[in-house]
């Protein structure tokens, strides 16, 4: 199953180009989403404002050099690593599906675009894609059922559902049934095949198409504002906050008293 190209065998049902179209359909969904929210929530403006703001303020003027490595650094630690979330079960978690994701993704858009047209793909390309998936199926899940604040903080049940889980159960959908149609297609069971596909299918349309109700546009936002507090902190402006005091802390036990959450 895992060598298998699920779009291979598709392709002598439904053309190669129409399974393109649909990824280029899906795109186009995430940059409309995405504008209509920075629309809603003039995202980009109060960023612009702020860096103006920390312009300003700044008490060190940081060459292109030492922006680049700013920037570079943030990507590679904060970005890429989710460092905020500290060594604990949440970041592990959330780096199991993102990266999962990020493969799963990657392997859909070249198995479509490239060997859904009758070429045989390399047996690994399909791995990947498969393992991409199981990635985001154990991080997910992990998350949704044990993780969450609002299930581990604040005793709500696992299955209460708000409108911004709407990306993490569309993403989980997602790689669910992709798995769940490929095994069945393996298995050469026609009708679960068919199923899971059209759940899959479904499951994507939510995904994409949901982006301005969801947090899929947070992905963007999120590095974006990394990488300003980054800089923010080279140059001395600080966003406007005050120095770190150089007295000792001296604030007692306080919530060291239990294990942090990470919120």
Known sequence: MLSINPFADLATVIPAFLMQYFVIA????????T???MLHKKNVIYFFRNAQKAKKSAKNELTVGKKTAVILKTVAHDIATTSELGWGKRRLAHVLGMYGTIIFWIGSVVLIFKYSDGTVAPSYIPIIWHIGAIMT?????????FLRVDVSAEAHPWYRIITADLFVLALLACATFGLAWSFTQTAELSLLSYLFFTLFIISNLVLFGGVYWSKFAHMFYKPGAAIQ????????SRDNLPPPADAPEQFGLGIKREEPKHY
């Open 26 to 33: 899906m795109v186009l969904l995430i940059i409309f989403g």
């Open 35 to 37: 504008g209509l929210d």
């Open 137 to 145: 199926c154990l991080g997910g899940y992990w998350f949704w059922f």
């Open 229 to 236: 507090k980054n800089l923010a902190e080279a140059d001395g």
